[in-house]
């Protein structure tokens, strides 16, 4: 995790000026044991967007799973 989060940090300020903070510190590990714990996983990524105020829905954030789901979904009534 070191190794992905330092050097997308690093390019960020340096290629782009970025100057504000990337990642929050730390990293914790959970394991996944069953269906029960991956579908509380998958509910709380996919709720991030809405809880970080990033949009009213996470069907509205452009760099979901949801909103791929609904724009792929949109395609096939046009169809």
Do not use: C
Request: hydrophobic share 35%; glycine share 8%.
């Amino acid at each position: 995790m070191q190794l992905i989060k330092g050097g997308y940090s690093y390019r960020m300020k340096k290629e782009l000026g970025y100057a504000g903070e990337i990642w929050q510190r730390g990293f914790s590990e959970v394991r996944v044991d069953d269906r029960a714990s991956f579908l509380a996983h998958r509910e709380y990524i996919i709720m991030n967007p809405v809880e970080a105020g990033l949009a009213r829905t996470p069907e509205e954030f452009p760099y979901s799973s949801a909103y791929l789901r609904k724009q792929r979904r949109a395609g096939a009534k046009a169809q």
